[in-house]
């Protein structure tokens, strides 16, 4: 490798650690959390647009707006977690909100850049690792 690349990786490295960490919190701290703190409120209010009721729509979100951003935060499985993330995402935009303007839309969208990135290229080098983990990075 020439030095150009030597340099190169560890920038690389860094933005997938900045996108993971900075992506993640976003989501943890604007979604997952309220859900978590005010479950039964948002029992009420959460929208059902396959009709499966308000219990088995937030749960779904809750794991891809709690669980799975916690994972990425750390790198653990990081493409996995976020196949539910991107799935929560284009339910909210495709179905959920389909009349939304891209300006109405637009931290939800931002949301699915983040996560289909990650999940393309994965978490980079700073992440926990393990042999479980590395299948799965």
């Known amino acids: 490798m020439n030095s150009t690349s ?12 900045f996108l993971r960490i900075t992506g ?3 989501l943890l701290y604007v ?6 703190l005010h479950f039964s409120e948002e029992l ?18 809750i794991v891809a707006e709690v669980i799975c951003p916690i994972l990425i935060l750390f790198g653990v499985a990081t493409r996995l977690a976020c196949v539910p993330i991107i799935a929560v995402l284009l339910v909210a935009m495709l179905v959920v909100h389909p ?8 931290f939800g969208w ?6 289909t990135t990650l999940a393309i ?7 926990v ?9």
């Open 6 to 17: 030597h340099q190169t990786l560890p920038r690389i490295d860094l933005g997938l650690f």
């Open 129 to 137: 690792r393990s042999r479980v983990t590395e299948r799965f990075a």
């Open 44 to 61: 009420t209010r959460i929208e059902d647009p396959f009709g499966f009721g308000p219990y088995f729509s937030l749960i779904p979100a």
């Open 24 to 26: 993640s919190l976003l």
């Open 110 to 115: 931002l949301l699915l850049i983040i996560f």
């Open 31 to 36: 979604h997952g959390l309220p859900k978590v």
């Open 99 to 106: 009349g939304w303007s891209i300006a109405e839309g637009q």
């Open 121 to 127: 290229t994965g978490p980079g080098a700073w992440r």
